[in-house]
């Protein structure tokens, strides 16, 4: 269904304005049907573009729109497994996430060249199993100055197609995460945590109704923060349903296990959980330790192996750096990658064995949240507008696909559901009429069509 929608969306844009798009589809058409041919003789080889440069008068966004034609013509061929590693184009030149190039069988790489008014498009196919270039080709067409224009417009007409807010109210201060878990007759319960207490929503429609709530209580001593910041995490193990509650201004977090039609103590963890993973058929509580009452963890990753009771001791430690924001994506309970916001505001990214991935174009942000090892949310680093992006993490890319613009100060992203939509929830603290009043609106971001 996403590769017809794919292909439905490639054939409006390259229909729009009927001849404007002919010459750039007819060179896209060709050089997808080149490496078609090329690769016809061959299963299920892996091949994926890692260079991609521009001398010609076309602009980085009219670059994206060739390479995601480009993609898309590709992913129709059936014995070509497509690895889509973008993370950006900048200053002509496309940027690449190389960590998984050892697993590819083929490399291509794209140049786009301009012949007075002809624009072409420079292939370059790379054999890494014979480590070397084993096919060269050229194709050149004529490009109107309207076609031009039209690659490099941007194009806002399918943005209901991307994640777009769905749900906005207002909130009491101070939440700091949200999170939701199917009950045991399957409805959805949201999990609003709050420095003092947990607040459980069921939802009635487009309404959350209070369900429950139970008071969390912090042994002193007690870290003085400006703003209060926490992680929630929910989670089964065998029949229990768990939670775990961490945060800036307590040297531990609270361990729960819902048992009896109560949330009874299991114990206490001296980081903030943010995962439950698995890793050599173990599962572990991995997460996080905030600088005592400041907003920043600090640069350990904390593994702990589960079991109840549990025993807060045997945590081992992996080295990231200090962190505004972190998270973890993973798959089928694996741990893929771990994402962090450092000090700097500077987003970097990390394998599952802790080294840096490189390159990675250069990219500011605030916080952060991953989404089923797919999608990674990101805030801009404003105080007044602020802004989320919306990324495609599957290949171990960074690939951009999705902006929306938020009025007020992003606190907090959460990966979680809303209803049977899968998303992100935000906090974001928005000024209020009256001198010095704020307030907190949740907003929950999805994808309409999933």
Same mark, same amino acid.
């Given at each position: 269904?996403?590769?017809?929608?794919?292909?439905?969306?490639?054939?409006?844009?390259?229909?729009?304005?009927?001849?404007?798009?002919?010459?750039?589809?007819?060179?896209?058409?060709?050089?997808?049907?080149?490496?078609?041919?090329?690769?016809?003789?061959?299963?299920?080889?892996?091949?994926?573009?890692?260079?991609?440069?521009?001398?010609?008068?076309?602009?980085?966004?009219?670059?994206?729109?060739?390479?995601?034609?480009?993609?898309?013509?590709?992913?129709?061929?059936?014995?070509?497994?497509?690895?889509?590693?973008?993370?950006?184009?900048?200053?002509?030149?496309?940027?690449?996430?190389?960590?998984?190039?050892?697993?590819?069988?083929?490399?291509?790489?794209?140049?786009?060249?301009?012949?007075?008014?002809?624009?072409?498009?420079?292939?370059?196919?790379?054999?890494?199993?014979?480590?070397?270039?084993?096919?060269?080709?050229?194709?050149?067409?004529?490009?109107?100055?309207?076609?031009?224009?039209?690659?490099?417009?941007?194009?806002?007409?399918?943005?209901?197609?991307?994640?777009?807010?769905?749900?906005?109210?207002?909130?009491?201060?101070?939440?700091?995460?949200?999170?939701?878990?199917?009950?045991?007759?399957?409805?959805?319960?949201?999990?609003?945590?709050?420095?003092?207490?947990?607040?459980?929503?069921?939802?009635?429609? @487009? *309404?959350?109704?209070?369900?429950?709530?139970?008071?969390?209580?912090?042994?002193?001593?007690?870290?003085?923060?400006?703003?209060?910041?926490?992680?929630?995490?929910?989670?089964?193990?065998?029949?229990?349903? =768990?939670?775990?509650?961490?945060?800036?201004?307590?040297?531990?977090?609270?361990?729960?296990?819902?048992?009896?039609?109560?949330?009874?103590?299991?114990?206490?963890?001296?980081?903030?959980?943010?995962? =439950?993973?698995?890793?050599?058929?173990?599962?572990?509580?991995?997460?996080?330790?905030?600088?005592?009452?400041?907003?920043?963890?600090?640069?350990?990753?904390?593994?702990?192996?589960?079991?109840?009771?549990?025993?807060?001791?045997?945590?081992?430690?992996?080295?990231?750096?200090?962190?505004?924001?972190?998270?973890?994506?993973?798959?089928?309970?694996?741990?893929?990658?771990?994402?962090?916001?450092?000090?700097?505001?500077?987003?970097?990214?990390? @394998?599952?064995?802790?080294?840096?991935?490189?390159?990675?174009?250069?990219?500011?942000?605030?916080?952060?949240?991953?989404?089923?090892?797919?999608?990674?949310?990101?805030?801009?680093?404003? *105080?007044?507008?602020?802004? =989320?992006?919306?990324?495609?993490?599957?290949?171990?890319?960074?690939?951009?696909?999705?902006?929306?613009?938020?009025?007020?100060?992003?606190?907090?992203?959460?990966?979680?559901?809303?209803?049977?939509?899968?998303?992100?929830?935000?906090?974001?603290?928005?000024?209020?009429?009256?001198?010095?009043?704020?307030?907190?609106?949740?907003?929950?971001?999805?994808?309409?069509?999933?």
């Amino acid at each position: 269904m996403k590769k017809a929608i794919g292909y439905l969306l490639l054939f409006i844009t390259c229909s729009a304005g009927a001849w404007a798009q002919q010459g750039a589809e007819a060179l896209v058409a060709e050089s997808a049907a080149y490496l078609g041919a090329f690769f016809k003789d061959k299963f299920d080889v892996r091949v994926a573009v890692v260079r991609f440069e521009n001398e010609s008068e076309l602009g980085d966004l009219a670059m994206q729109k060739i390479y995601q034609m480009l993609v898309s013509r590709l992913e129709g061929e059936k014995n070509i497994l497509l690895a889509d590693l973008l993370v950006g184009f900048s200053s002509g030149r496309g940027e690449f996430n190389l960590a998984q190039s050892d697993k590819l069988d083929f490399l291509l790489d794209l140049k786009l060249i301009q012949n007075k008014s002809r624009t072409g498009l420079g292939l370059t196919v790379f054999s890494r199993l014979q480590d070397r270039v084993v096919a060269v080709k050229y194709f050149e067409k004529a490009l109107s100055q309207g076609e031009m224009e039209l690659l490099q417009t941007r194009n806002f007409a399918f943005s209901s197609l991307g994640f777009s807010k769905l749900l906005e109210f207002e909130s009491k201060k101070d939440l700091m995460d949200i999170q939701s878990i199917a009950a045991a007759d399957g409805r959805l319960q949201y999990f609003f945590y709050y420095p003092d207490e947990i607040i459980i929503y069921m939802a009635n429609e @487009t *309404r959350l109704e209070k369900h429950f709530q139970f008071e969390l209580k912090w042994s002193r001593p007690y870290y003085p923060s400006r703003h209060p910041e926490g992680k929630l995490l929910l989670f089964r193990s065998a029949q229990d349903l =768990l939670l775990s509650a961490g945060n800036n201004f307590c040297p531990y977090s609270q361990l729960l296990v819902f048992r009896a039609g109560q949330w009874q103590e299991a114990g206490q963890v001296d980081f903030v959980p943010f995962r =439950l993973v698995t890793m050599n058929q173990n599962p572990y509580l991995v997460g996080g330790r905030y600088e005592e009452g400041r907003n920043f963890f600090k640069n350990r990753v904390y593994f702990l192996p589960f079991a109840l009771p549990i025993d807060g001791a045997g945590a081992y430690q992996k080295q990231t750096c200090p962190a505004m924001a972190m998270d973890f994506s993973t798959a089928e309970g694996q741990l893929q990658a771990v994402h962090v916001i450092d000090r700097d505001y500077a987003y970097r990214l990390f @394998t599952a064995g802790f080294e840096e991935m490189k390159p990675l174009a250069e990219r500011k942000g605030a916080s952060l949240a991953t989404l089923d090892g797919r999608w990674l949310a990101m805030s801009d680093h404003s *105080r007044v507008v602020d802004q =989320l992006f919306f990324f495609d993490i599957r290949d171990g890319g960074l690939r951009q696909v999705y902006t929306g613009k938020v009025d007020g100060e992003v606190q907090f992203i959460a990966a979680g559901n809303w209803q049977e939509t899968r998303g992100f929830w935000t906090g974001v603290r928005q000024a209020a009429p009256g001198a010095g009043m704020e307030r907190l609106l949740v907003q929950f971001w999805g994808r309409r069509d999933e």
